[in-house]
């Protein structure tokens, strides 16, 4: 039995609907600023975002709601000040609208421990400025023997990688513009319990795209001269009318 028009235009409409809604469906980011372990005493601040600017963040700890986050623009901070052991634990924000979740963050693991080591440098090369596509290696270095480290993007949930003793470095071949941020590294070591050092300073790298300044360069150039051989043309055809003659058509 086939169905009337009007259903299947109906049903049509329906998918067509559906699909707009799936793929506008708010996705959010969870992060620490600054990234890293915390010492007791010490403060951090959790970052929830989402594309979309209204409706409210719900802060979670452990799967128990915690707080309801204040939106400014597209983001909710909670602050952590003066850090101790009940400020362990993993935390995720869900974003409503109307009483609605939309959206659930990753979970976020926040820990809290002393720092025993020392703290760490990052350095990286060949600066802190590369142009797109370019090799760019950076490298944590500790005063100490058996000691691995992480290396942290801010706005990143996790770290990007995990540094041996063995490989105190980590590569970036072909860098883009998303690699463009604020880095830093934390230490620490496995023996009875995990010791940490305190987070490095951070270094902000700048990814330029020289290829795209080029050709705007160009494009300007060629404005330009464009517009010089108008006025050279407009100075001619005055000239030649003042002596009496046709210009050129």
Not at 120 to 133: C, I, N, Q, T, Y
Not at 186 to 203: D, G, I, N
Not at 204 to 214: A, C, G, H, P, Q
Not at 228 to 235: K, N
Request: aromatic share 8%; charged share 15%.
């Amino acid at each position: 039995m086939m169905l009337p028009v009007t259903h299947v235009l109906a049903f049509g409409a329906w998918l067509v609907a559906q699909s707009k809604a799936t793929s506008s469906a708010p996705t959010i980011s969870i992060f620490l600023k600054p990234p890293g372990v915390i010492p007791p005493g010490g403060s951090t601040t959790i970052c929830c975002i989402c594309q979309h600017d209204n409706g409210n963040f719900v802060l979670y700890k452990n799967g128990q709601q915690l707080r309801t986050l204040e939106l400014h623009g597209s983001r909710a901070e909670f602050s952590i000040t003066n850090a101790t052991q009940e400020d362990t634990g993993a935390y995720s924000c869900h974003y409503l609208d109307g009483g609605t979740v939309l959206a659930r963050s990753e979970t976020l693991e926040v820990m809290v421990q002393e720092f025993r080591l020392p703290k760490p440098v990052l350095s990286v090369l060949p600066g802190h400025e590369v142009a797109a596509g370019a090799y760019v290696i950076f490298r944590c270095t500790i005063a100490h023997s058996s000691a691995g480290c992480f290396l942290y993007l801010e706005g990143q949930i996790k770290a990007l990688n995990l540094l041996s003793k063995e490989q105190d470095y980590f590569n970036l071949s072909h860098v883009h513009k998303g690699n463009r941020g604020r880095y830093s590294c934390q230490c620490f070591t496995r023996s009875a319990s995990f010791e940490w050092s305190a987070v490095s300073k951070t270094l902000d790298l700048v990814v330029r795209d020289y290829t795209w300044s080029n050709v705007v360069r160009l494009v300007l150039g060629a404005g330009v001269l464009v517009l010089l051989g108008l006025i050279v043309a407009e100075a001619m055809h005055s000239h030649l009318h003042r002596l009496g003659r046709p210009g050129p058509h």
